[in-house]
Structure formats: C-alpha cells, structure tokens
C-alpha cells in the first residue's frame, strides 16, 4: 500500500498551523491563507531517526553525565554585537538577523565576517539576493580584506551544504533565508514551508557539523519578521537590526537567546565606511538643545545588562475639547494614565483637562517602571512651565499609593548619571547608596509628593 503523503495546513502570512483548512487564519486573522502543504520526505525521516535540532540519536542521560564543556565563543570583532549575542559567536549556534530592508543587515554581517576571517577562521557567505559583483563593490567600499572571504550566490540549501561539506568553514552567512528554496518542500520559493524547512534544514547541519550560521531575514514595517516569524523555535538566538529616529543610528536588539539574556542592546552608527560601534550609547539618547525646555527630563533606564541616559519629554497643554488627549511615544500609554491618576490623587496635581503627550527622545522603547518618577516630573514641569536644570536625572518606580518604589541596580545607574555629569539625583529611599557617588548629590524621596519637596523646584 502506498504511504500516504504527511500533509500540514499552514497560514501563509503567519506560518500558525492547523490540524484541517479553514477559511481564516485565527492568529491573525487574514482571510484565504490557510493552505495545504506537503512535508518533505526529509523532514519526517529526520524526526524518525533523531531528536531535536541537535542531530544527536535521542538516548536517556542523567543529567549529570551531560558534558559541560563551556560553549566555544569566536568574536565577531565588535564589542556590541558581541554583547547582543551573549559574549560572541557560539560555536554551531544558529542566529537568526532581522531587520526592515536597508537596515544595513548586509553590510554589517560583511564587516563581521571580515573580522572573524582576519583571525585565520574559515568564513562564506552565501547571497541569494545580490551579485557577487555588488558585494565585491560594497566590500571595496568598507575597506574590507577581500581576500579571505569566500562568496557564493545560491539559494538551494542542499547546494549550499555540498559547498559547505568541502569548504568548511566556520562561519555561514544565508543572505537571505527568505530567498532560500529546499528539495523537501515543492511550495514556491518565499512560502511559508519553504523558509521555515529551509531554516530546519540548514539548522540540523548547522548542528551537525558544529558550524554557526547567520541567517539574515526581512522584517516588515511593524517589525514582525514576515513569514520567519515561525523561525524563532527553530533558531538558537534572533536578534532585529533597527533604525533610531536618528536615521545614522542603529540598534541590534537581541529577542531570544539560548546563551545570553534578552532585551540586551548594541549600538551602531552608519557611515561611509559601514557600521561603526557607538561607545558611548546614553550620549547618543540625550537631545543637547541649546536651550533647555520645560517638561525635558533625564532618567537612567536598564537594558539588557548595563544603564542607559534617555531623556522624556512631556508636553501638557490645555485642551479645547471635552475629552483631552493623552498620547504616549515610546512609553506605555495605560502607564501614564496610571502616573496622572497618582499625580492628582497624592501630590494634588490635577490635569484631568489638559491635554498631555509624552514622549522618549531618540526612538528608543522604554518599558521599565524605572522611567515612572522622570515621566511624572516631566509632566509637572511642563504644567508648571518651569525648566529642570539640564544636570539633574530621576529614577525610580511609583505605585498607586504614591509610594516610589526602589529599582534594580540603582547604584550602577547612579554612576552612569555621575559619568555623564549630572549634578544631582532624585532616586528611591531604597536605592540611597551606602557609599556616596563622587559628583553626584542624592535626595532620596519615599513618596511622590516627597520627592516634589526634595527636588524642592516647583
Ligand atoms: P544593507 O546592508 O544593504 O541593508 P540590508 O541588507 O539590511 O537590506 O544596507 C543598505 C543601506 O546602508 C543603504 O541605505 C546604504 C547604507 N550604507 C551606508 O550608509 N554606508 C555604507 O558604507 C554601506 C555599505 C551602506
Ligand atoms: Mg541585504
């Protein structure tokens, strides 16, 4: 009897799977996406034989008979990318790179693979998208050594493999995963299946023979990587290449990471030369208007593993409507309803009918309650119109009895503030430090209405 063909039902747009066809993807909810597609034979003769992506035979183990050998890092010859991916590039890992198109994913992963070829590794990149000819031009441009890195154009992985299996090298560059096709799957190139069993495929002999791969992947608008949205299981870490406000600015983000932590961030700066390192990130976040205005203020937020100087920027202003708005960029818009709730029910500050914006200078995302006191401080500033003096930097978290809660890593962020000048220090009594910070003089407030007082500005 012949065997029947292993089938899956897949949304095209968003890569969830179904068990039967249905007319609307429920995930995200487009209409006519869901299709029928047909498992590789590789695919599920691999899930037979082995278990995970780590290509090993599935046997029971104690845990304790595990090897743990420390993962083998190579630098990438960038301290911030280095960061991003926990300390360098894990021997065998699979990294997945994202970004909107222009982003600069090519030109940063050219200067990477430069830098790992110079310490005598065995590097190729593979384009799917670009002539070697464009590429050569581009490695011209950024001064790079040309003759250790080793090009190919293809987009079938099984080829890809072929070449790999000679050439071995250490590092593997697919640029672009999207435009990679498999024998496994007989959907169109660019499909859903195709990507996510090409992403499989490469992954698998990524593991098997201790190669690390970057696979580069296009984001759309709204930063969901299109189609490898679905890689993210598969892949050992994903970091997304974005641009700042500041369009020379770009921020390697890391979203998942087998051997790192999340959220940690890598600043760039582009140029005629590629992507430079930004050393100094929180000067790079902080706006040097000539002239300080009301409602500007600084706070000290945590990413990833180190501090960083933002600076929020409230504007409050009488609202000609019954209903005023409260708009929030690159804040928590429910975060702020909630500060204004406090501000008005334990500081008698009422703003119920003025209209109020807030805003992180820069582009960046600030999710940390940290940010809570320099948001409030703003927006009083802007109320009462009166500029904070450009040398003084808030933190700290605030819950809905007014109480200023303390933060994580206080002391470390005190000592970003002193290092970039600032004067003095409105924080959480919990945070006060033991030890004074050279330069920088502390008012440690329990309340919100204390800290007012002890800013003693308004
Ligand atoms: P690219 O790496 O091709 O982006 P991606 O692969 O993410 O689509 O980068 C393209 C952009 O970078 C393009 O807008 C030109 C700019 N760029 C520079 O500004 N300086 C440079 O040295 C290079 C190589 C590119
Ligand atoms: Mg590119």
């Known amino acids: 009897m012949a065997k029947k063909q292993k089938t899956a039902f897949v949304c095209t747009e968003c890569g969830t799977e179904y068990p039967r066809w249905g007319g609307q993807c429920t995930s995200c909810g487009e209409w006519n996406v869901i299709k029928e597609i047909r498992l590789g034979a590789a695919a599920s003769k691999q899930s037979l034989k082995t278990a995970g992506y780590a290509g090993a035979h599935s046997e029971v183990k104690f845990l304790s008979d595990v090897d743990l050998a420390q993962a083998e890092r190579i630098s990438t010859g960038f301290v911030e990318f280095d960061r991003v991916l926990g300390g360098g590039i894990v021997r065998g890992s699979v990294v997945l790179i994202g970004g909107a198109p222009g982003a600069g994913k ?8 430069a830098s790992v070829a110079q310490k005598g590794f065995s590097v190729l990149y593979v384009s799917g998208e670009e002539s070697l000819q464009q590429i050569a031009e581009r490695a011209n441009r950024l001064n790079l050594d040309a003759r250790s890195i080793k090009m190919l154009t293809e987009t079938s992985v099984q080829s890809i493999c072929d070449v ?9 560059i697919i640029d672009s995963i999207q435009v990679m096709h498999t024998a496994d799957s007989d959907t169109a190139p660019g499909s859903v299946s195709q990507v996510r069993e090409s992403a499989s495929y490469l992954t698998q002999y990524a593991k098997r023979n201790n190669i690390s791969i970057f696979m580069v992947g296009h984001v759309t608008k709204d930063q969901s990587l299109a189609g490898p949205m679905t890689l993210s299981h598969i892949v050992d870490a994903q970091v997304i290449l974005s641009s700042t406000d500041d369009a020379r600015f770009r921020v390697l983000r ?27 990130p929180s000067a790079m976040f902080l706006s040097r208007a000539d002239e300080p205005s009301s409602g500007s203020v600084v706070t000290v937020i945590w990413e990833g593993t180190r501090p960083l100087l933002v600076e929020i920027q409230a504007l409050v202003t009488e609202s000609q409507y019954g209903n005023p708005r409260r708009l929030a960029v690159g804040l928590d818009q429910n975060r702020l309803a909630m500060l204004l709730a406090v501000l008005t029910r334990h500081a008698g500050i009422f703003t119920a009918n003025d209209e109020i914006y807030a805003n992180v200078v820069g582009g960046i995302k600030v999710t940390e309650t940290a940010s809570d006191l320099a948001i409030i401080i703003g927006v009083v500033s802007s109320l009462k ?33 002193a290092k970039h000048g600032f004067k003095k ?8 430090p033991k030890e004074p910070v050279e330069g920088l003089t502390i008012s440690a407030a329990s309340t919100v209405s204390e800290a007012l007082d002890a800013f003693g500005y308004f």
């Open 164 to 172: 790999v299996d000679s050439e071995k090298p250490v590092l593997l």
């Open 254 to 280: 890391s979203d998942k990471n087998r051997f790192g932590s999340v959220g940690e961030l890598g600043f760039f700066s582009m140029g005629s030369s590629g992507l430079k390192e930004v050393k100094n």
């Open 106 to 113: 090519s030109t940063i992963l050219l200067q990477v693979i």
């Open 385 to 417: 119109n009166k500029v904070i003096p450009h040398d003084v930097v808030f933190f700290g978290e605030i819950g809905l009895n007014g109480e200023i809660r303390p933060v994580a890593n206080g002391f470390a962020r005190l000592n970003e503030a």
């Open 425 to 432: 220090a409105v924080i959480p009594k919990a945070n006060a």
